[in-house]
């Protein structure tokens, strides 16, 4: 499936974090119920992360059980055993749930060294994944240090971005906005998902504030502290349906 990622038509991407294939299926269970149009799998949760083998599994049973639905692939490499959190088995796994063409969407880690991130977004790109650079942001950064942060991870293969700030109040999330909207003016070809973390950002996204992301973050069944329900983000993006 070849993801097209559009502010107007943003995607409902759940949360699927799993130590055990069990805990996947109760997981993936939970999600099915309720609106969602992807399942954001971090690996770094996942036991088997490190077993390549086991890793395929996985995919493998979310594709099954989740009726082959779109899969955006992370991996929390503090999450992984401690041994293993280097940028070594970090891109060892990226790469690996890439060429098993089970994942739609890939997020790589902005603080990669540029030939590891061309190298894994350009393999991505290859097999018809989509690569998703994450630029992390402190909390109250401002518009132009949010700008400056993605125009040094431009021209690495991947053109679609996701700025995960965490944020206090609604300037905070403006700041974010201005500079999505900032980067996009000076890259015609770019796409910045705003990821605004906390309750302020659940707080403004029920209120009906889409952030201009194609992609909003939502939990399955009642929601959690900091991320809105699944149903009630898809109510507030299909309110005749």
Not at 109 to 132: R, T, Y
Not at 180 to 186: I, M, S, T
Request: hydrophobic letters at 45%; proline letters at 5%.
């Amino acid at each position: 499936m070849s993801l097209h990622f559009e502010s107007d038509h943003p995607f409902i991407a759940v949360p699927l974090e799993g130590e055990t294939i069990q805990d996947l299926q109760i997981q993936i269970a939970k999600i099915v119920e309720n609106p969602y149009d992807m399942m954001a799998f971090d690996a770094g949760y996942f036991n088997g992360a490190i077993n390549l083998s086991q890793l395929w599994n996985a995919l493998l049973y979310i594709a099954r059980e989740g009726a082959n639905p779109s899969v955006l692939f992370s991996c929390d490499k503090s999450k992984l055993p401690e041994m293993y959190q280097t940028d070594r088995d970090y891109g060892s796994i990226l790469r690996f749930a890439i060429r098993s063409s089970l994942i739609d969407a890939v997020k790589i880690e902005g603080s990669l060294d540029d030939d590891s991130l061309e190298d894994i977004a350009g393999q991505a790109v290859d097999l018809g994944c989509v690569p998703i650079i994450v630029i992390r942001g402190e909390k109250g950064a401002k518009a132009a240090d949010l700008t400056a942060l993605m125009e040094k991870r431009w021209d690495l293969e991947a053109v679609t971005f996701e700025l995960v700030v965490p944020v206090e109040t609604d300037a905070d999330i403006d700041e974010m906005k201005a500079a999505a909207k900032a980067f996009k003016e000076q890259h015609h070809d770019a796409v910045v998902i705003p990821h605004p973390m906390g309750s302020a950002a659940k707080e403004a996204l029920l209120k009906g504030d889409t952030f201009g992301a194609s992609i909003l973050y939502a939990a399955a069944g009642d929601g959690a502290d900091d991320m809105p329900a699944s149903k009630a983000v898809h109510a507030l993006l299909h309110p005749d349906a």
